[in-house]
């Protein structure tokens, strides 16, 4: 079993920028495919993007393509979500997890999740 803890997030205006970690511990997660997403308050859980378990392909959701890089670190075993000119509806909790495998982007095909990191975007 694979424990993730996010940090990172905080307050930040509009048109800023910041970057979360997600640092695994418990096992190895070199091999596993990783993902970010995100749920603001009475909206459902959204998937940002993933990563490939050797950090070689990324995909987005379209609603953070072009602002949001994910990269991953696996000697130091943790998985970052870089967010250049965030916005408003950015605001949310960013969770981090594991992947069964690549590609996918439903939160059902994720497990092991981190406990998330408040993001706040002021306008």
């Known amino acids: 079993q694979v424990q993730l803890v996010e940090s990172g997030g905080g307050l930040v205006q509009a048109g800023g920028s910041l970057r979360l970690s997600c640092a695994a511990s418990g096992r190895t997660f070199s091999s596993d495919a990783m993902g970010w997403f995100r749920q603001a308050p009475g909206k459902e859980r959204e998937f940002v993007g993933g990563?490939?378990?050797?950090?070689?392909?990324?995909h987005y959701a379209d609603s953070v393509k072009g602002r949001f890089t994910i990269s991953r670190d696996s000697a130091k075993n943790t998985v970052y979500l870089q967010m250049n000119s965030l916005k408003p509806e950015d605001t949310a909790v960013y969770y981090c997890?594991?992947?069964?495998?690549?590609?996918?982007?439903?939160?059902?095909?994720?497990?092991?999740w981190g406990q998330g990191t408040q993001v706040t975007v002021s306008s």
């Open positions: 997890a594991r992947g069964r495998s690549y590609g996918l982007s439903r939160s059902s095909d994720y497990d092991s």
């Open positions: 990563i490939s378990w050797n950090g070689a392909y990324t």
